[in-house]
């Protein structure tokens, strides 16, 4: 499935195969999650996970350790 703002949408696409058709500003943060790092609001680490919370939504998603550095990596460089 795709989350958008506010739909959701089915897809019969694997992950990788998505992954590799969007724009550079998406990125894989855990085994079954891609995320467009321009909605970001905030990314938090914590003992329990590492939590993003988007701009203008309610939605919220874990951040897998394995990806955790380079997402926080990315988001450094955006500034």
């Not at 703002?5 to 943060?29: G, H, I, M, S, W």
């Not at 079954?32 to 993003?52: H, P, Y």
């Amino acid at each position: 499935m795709a989350h958008t703002a506010d739909q959701v949408f089915n897809t019969r696409q694997r992950l990788y195969e998505l992954a590799d058709e969007l724009p550079a500003n998406f990125q894989r943060v855990s085994k079954s999650a891609i995320l467009n790092r321009q909605q970001i609001f905030s990314l938090t680490k914590s003992v329990t996970g590492n939590l993003v919370r988007f701009k203008h939504s309610h939605k919220q998603l874990y951040v897998s350790r394995r990806y955790y550095q380079a997402l926080k990596l990315a988001l450094e460089r955006k500034g």
